[in-house]
């Protein structure tokens, strides 16, 4: 008795399955939390042109802490991360911007 072997149908099936799925995959957005405030930061520099389009023409310096506070804060914040094991420690900070008795707790 001769046995006439069925082709295996699952095996293409499921080829075309998961190339289905594969292409599906490609269609779903990678960052929808990016992809939904894409174009604010252009959005905020029209609003603020548009409010105040002659803002370039002001030389006036900005009014805040000077150059070397901030270069100092800068320098203070860069080097928390060379040495975390200082920061943690709790020293001192001689740093101050504005009043104040120059005590800082951490």
Known sequence: ???????????????????IVALAAGCV???????ARFGEAVSIAKAQQTI?????????????????????IFDHYRNSFRN????????PSSLTSGGGSGNSTQ
Request: charged share 15%; aromatic share 0%; glycine share 8%.
């Open 1 to 19: 008795m001769k046995t006439i072997a069925s082709p295996n149908i699952s095996d293409p099936l499921l080829v075309l399955l998961l190339a």
């Open 29 to 35: 957005p990678i960052s929808p939390r990016l992809d």
């Open 84 to 91: 975390p094991q200082l920061m943690q420690r709790g020293a």
């Open 52 to 72: 105040n389009p002659e803002a370039s023409l002001n030389t006036e310096p900005v009014k805040g802490i000077n150059g070397q506070v901030g270069d100092a």
